[in-house]
Each structure stands twice: as C-alpha cells, then as structure tokens.
C-alpha cells in the first residue's frame, strides 16, 4: 500500500503547477533603476516542495509577491494551472488568488478579535462558502489545535499562531503554498515544528510548497532548491550560489 502511494506521488509530480517565463520585476528609473527579479524562467511541478533560498535583498520576497499574484510583473509571465495569472483583471486575480493561492508570512497577519477557528476558517468566509467541516477539523488535528479553537490569537504562543496561519493558507485547498520566511519570527524548536508540518502537509495533501528562506539548513529539507542573486534565479546547489 506504501509503495502504491508514494508512486502515484510521483506520478503527481510530473504535472507542471507553476511556470514562469522571462519574469521581471524593475523599480524606479535611469539611475535610480533596481532590477530586482531579473528574467526568472521557473518551472514547479505539482506536488513538489521548493525552496528559493537568497541573502536579504536578494529580490526573493518580490519574487514570490509576483508568484503569489500579490505583484504585477514590469514584464514577463506567471501561469498557475495554465492561467496566465497577469492577464486576469485585477478582481479575477483577487478571486483567483484567494482560492488558488495559500499565503503565509513570516508575522502571522491573525485577526486578533477572531478565535483560532474563525481566523482558519477565513478564506471560506470571505470567498462566500462554507468551511469543508471535515477538512477544518483534519487540519485541526495535524496543527495540534484541537483545544485552541475557540481561543483568541493573543492567547497563543508564536508558534501556535504560525501553526494558524498555516491552516488558513491549506483550508481552500490551494494550488500552491507560498511560505516567505515561516520560520523567521520563531525560536529554534518552534521553528523546526512549523518546517515539519510544512513537510506534512506537502506528503498528506499533495500540497505544492513554495518557501522562501536565508536559511540554509531548512532549504535542504526541500525536494529542490532554487537561489536568487542580485535579482538572478539559480537551479543548482545552495551552496554553490551562496
């Protein structure tokens, strides 16, 4: 039975999620032009979990706003499914990215008067739908917050809250996860329990996870590791690039 799934795992992965082609991002002009992501050609396939690894202002955190939807390119192309996501207008992208797009950041963006469960269950309530009950309490259970779910944000630990805020991003089942520095704001442990459940979540749901990260030693847990540099995006090994 084990080995049945993890080959239709692969089989998975052989679907390309995520593309880009020739994407850019430029900020100001003449002598004040930032070149910050620089003709990025990337290819994701579903299923897989890639970490984008580059020192700080590096243009890893534009890049993954431009992934996500959240950026317009200066030019080149983002397609997510085959939707060429730029060409949608900006309400179709809002739609689009709310239910294809799981976001999660390095502050944990909760809405302090919502309990743990109506700040998971979010997503769902903005887009109009009610929350697959089977699949708020299943993820519940992986986030260990069975008993937190009826408690306000600033009734939980850092990592608890982190723990949140990666449920919101998994409740619509998205296309792909973007993670910009999950771990970034947590202490050691918390921060390896946040890695681990990333990597749960990539083998449970088949959920494609992009994570953005300075971290060396969480990009090697990855299936893949891409670098960026000076706006330039690298596939080869971390420690080549860096």
Same mark, same amino acid.
């Given at each position: 039975?084990?080995?049945?799934?993890?080959?239709?795992?692969?089989?998975?992965?052989?679907?390309?999620?995520?593309?880009?082609?020739?994407?850019?991002?430029?900020?100001?002009?003449?002598?004040?032009?930032?070149?910050?992501?620089?003709?990025?050609?990337?290819?994701?396939?579903?299923? $897989?979990?890639?970490?984008?690894?580059?020192?700080?202002?590096?243009?890893?955190?534009?890049?993954?706003?431009?992934?996500?939807?959240?950026?317009?390119?200066?030019?080149?192309?983002?397609?997510?499914?085959?939707?060429?996501?730029?060409?949608?207008?900006?309400?179709?992208?809002?739609?689009?990215?709310?239910?294809?797009?799981?976001?999660?950041?390095?502050?944990?963006?909760?809405?302090?008067?919502?309990?743990?469960?109506?700040?998971?269950?979010?997503?769902? $309530?903005?887009?109009?739908?009610?929350?697959?009950?089977?699949?708020?309490?299943?993820?519940?259970?992986?986030?260990?917050?069975?008993?937190?779910?009826?408690?306000?944000?600033?009734?939980?630990?850092?990592?608890?809250?982190?723990?949140?805020?990666?449920?919101?991003?998994?409740?619509?089942?998205?296309?792909?996860?973007?993670?910009?520095?999950?771990?970034?704001?947590?202490?050691?442990?918390?921060?390896?329990?946040?890695?681990?459940?990333?990597?749960?979540?990539?083998?449970?749901?088949?959920?494609?996870?992009?994570?953005?990260?300075?971290?060396?030693?969480?990009?090697?847990?990855?299936?893949?590791?891409?670098?960026?540099?000076?706006?330039?995006?690298?596939?080869?090994?971390? $420690?080549?690039?860096?």
């Amino acid at each position: 039975m084990e080995q049945k799934d993890n080959r239709g795992i692969e089989d998975v992965r052989t679907v390309e999620i995520l593309r880009t082609e020739h994407l850019c991002k430029v900020y100001g002009k003449g002598n004040n032009e930032v070149i910050a992501v620089n003709d990025a050609n990337i290819s994701v396939a579903q299923g $897989e979990f890639v970490a984008i690894v580059g020192s700080s202002g590096s243009g890893k955190s534009t890049l993954m706003h431009m992934l996500g939807g959240v950026d317009r390119p200066s030019s080149g192309r983002v397609l997510i499914e085959d939707n060429d996501i730029y060409r949608m207008s900006d309400d179709k992208l809002a739609v689009f990215r709310r239910r294809q797009v799981g976001l999660i950041y390095q502050f944990y963006n909760l809405i302090p008067v919502l309990t743990v469960e109506e700040n998971l269950t979010l997503p769902c $309530e903005l887009d109009g739908r009610k929350p697959d009950r089977e699949m708020v309490q299943d993820l519940a259970g992986l986030l260990g917050l069975k008993k937190q779910m009826d408690r306000l944000p600033n009734e939980l630990s850092g990592g608890q809250q982190q723990r949140v805020a990666i449920g919101r991003a998994l409740i619509t089942r998205p296309a792909i996860l973007l993670a910009d520095e999950p771990t970034g704001n947590l202490d050691t442990r918390a921060g390896n329990e946040i890695m681990e459940l990333l990597k749960v979540s990539n083998r449970r749901y088949r959920q494609t996870v992009i994570m953005i990260t300075h971290n060396l030693e969480l990009a090697k847990q990855a299936d893949r590791v891409l670098c960026i540099e000076d706006g330039y995006v690298f596939d080869r090994k971390a $420690e080549v690039a860096l």
